[in-house]
Nanobody
Framework: QVQLVDSGGGLVQAGGSLRLSCEVS????????LGWYRQVPGKKRELVAQ???????DYADSVKGRFTISRDNAKNTVTLQMNSLQPEDTAIYYC???????????????WGQGTQVTVSS
């Protein structure tokens, strides 16, 4: 089992910044990917950013150039720095741990509890 605790959400004005953090604990297998997803009511959860164990980063087009994901493998943490926030970034943000076991041909997804980000215009 893997546990994730995410934090750092809040209310910010458009153009402002927030920093989300997530602590990962439990039985952590490598290589893995840590990421951030977001969801608004009535819509599917969408990928915001993801970073692999080796440091490869991937971003949704809507956040490229504004958000930066990073991880500390020694501390098992992942961080999302969000700059130039816009009202359309308002959502619940979830930390995610993804691991694919090729021997089992099985994938594992674990989620944080979510943190609310609200951007006012």
């Amino acid at each position: 089992q893997v546990q994730l605790v995410d934090s750092g959400g809040g209310l910010v004005q458009a153009g402002g910044s927030l920093r989300l953090s997530c602590e990962v604990s439990g039985t952590i297998s490598s290589p893995n990917a840590l990421g951030w997803y977001r969801q608004v009511p009535g819509k599917k959860r969408e990928l915001v950013a993801q970073i692999s164990s080796s440091g490869y980063e991937d971003y949704a087009d809507s956040v490229k150039g504004r958000f930066t994901i990073s991880r500390d493998n020694a501390k098992n943490t992942v961080t999302l720095q969000m700059n130039s926030l816009q009202p359309e970034d308002t959502a619940i943000y979830y930390c995610n741990y993804y691991y694919y076991n090729d021997f089992e041909d099985n994938e594992y997804n674990y989620w944080g509890q979510g943190t609310q980000v609200t951007v006012s215009s």
